[in-house]
């Protein structure tokens, strides 16, 4: 199809008014889009083929956004010139480390206009430290690792902002126009209201998970990180306070870190991480309850703080030598040798 475009821009005239950079883009990317989608349909089953069946947005939900390549953009003295005559003076969040590839313009839920680029760098490499940590994730506080200085406290920004969420949800209630009818500005404006107080509780849950991530990172070379995957607490009685938690928003942040400043970081799978003794390795033989949270090992005797024994047998998972956990020495007792 964007082998056609070159004729369709000589019939038509409104599509010959647009760049022919970012329609041949948008071509491709949906032709990409749908082959995949194909082909995710094919490796199903024949029953489940038409349960699989693509869903395409409608124009009016789907954000606008248009891709540009090399040729289809440049930079100068801090603007941006786009394909077609386009000029923008965006506002730089940090100075481009070197030439982008490609741009991409989109606009986001709320109205607001941004660009990304795609860059190619190299990992910024921290001074080695030599030490490792481990890292579980849990409700009452979003991180507990083996270093007690670097736990990460539940921040509860969504508790916080659940009045003024109240608030601009009672008024769009208030404004909700009848079924059939167009909204009114009031309503937008109350809707509007309602979306940037959710995009300000997001952008503090990332900026909080950034920091302490990068904190991580320049102060451990080995991180091992429990593989959780916190969807399922969406259906039990702590949804809504492990969704303030941004468990899955602080485990990315901290993994795109750790890559970005070549750190070596290991996902552990998170069965029996509960139930495993973190000095013995030692199992239970049975589940613990979630209102216990004291471990007590019945094998040595060994008695930690629940999220902190599972911080450790993460880490004793992952492989890592613990002599760098909190400048301790590793277990050099017979039976530790033999764990």
């Not at 040729?71 to 386009?86: C, D, E, P, Q, V």
């Not at 300000?200 to 959780?228: L, N, T």
């Not at 005797?301 to 400048?327: E, M, Q, T, W, Y």
Request: aromatic share 6%; net charge positive; glycine share 6%.
């Amino acid at each position: 199809m964007d082998k056609k475009l070159t004729n369709w821009r000589g019939e038509h005239e409104w599509l010959r008014a647009g760049a022919s950079v970012p329609q041949q883009q948008a071509i491709r990317d949906f032709a990409k889009s749908r082959a995949k989608a194909l082909a995710d349909i094919k490796s199903q089953r024949p029953t489940q083929q038409r349960a699989g069946m693509p869903k395409f947005k409608k124009k009016d939900l789907a954000p606008p956004s248009l891709n540009y390549t090399k040729r289809g953009f440049r930079i100068t003295n801090g603007r941006l010139h786009l394909a077609g005559g386009i000029e923008l003076g965006p506002i730089w969040s940090r100075a481009l480390p070197a030439h982008p590839s490609s741009a991409r313009v989109y606009r986001d839920t709320l109205g607001d206009w941004y660009v990304s680029f795609v860059i190619s760098v190299s990992a910024d490499r921290l001074p080695e430290t030599g030490r490792a940590i481990g890292i579980d994730w849990g409700v009452t506080e979003t991180a507990t690792t083996t270093s007690h200085m670097h736990d990460l406290p539940h921040s509860e920004h969504g508790k916080k902002a659940a009045v003024e969420l109240a608030r601009y949800q009672r008024m769009m209630a208030r404004r909700r126009p009848p079924k059939g009818r167009p909204a009114s500005n009031r309503y937008k404006y109350a809707k509007r209201c309602a979306a940037q107080a959710y995009a300000k509780v997001a952008r503090q849950r990332a900026d909080d998970a950034r920091k302490w991530a990068k904190r991580v990172v320049r102060d451990f070379d080995r991180i091992a990180v429990e593989d959780f995957r916190p969807k399922f607490l969406t259906k039990t009685t702590m949804a809504r306070k492990a969704a303030d938690a941004a468990i899955a928003v602080t485990k990315t942040a901290l993994i795109a870190m750790g890559r970005k400043h070549a750190r070596e970081v290991k996902l552990v799978h998170p069965a029996h991480t509960t139930m495993d003794c973190g000095k013995c390795l030692a199992r239970t033989k049975h589940r613990l309850p979630l209102s216990q949270r004291i471990y007590s090992c019945t094998a040595c005797g060994f008695v930690s703080p629940r999220d902190k024994n599972s911080a450790h047998v993460v880490l004793a998972r992952a492989g890592f030598n613990p002599a760098g956990v909190d400048c301790g020495s590793p277990d050099r007792s017979p039976s530790g040798q033999a764990a």
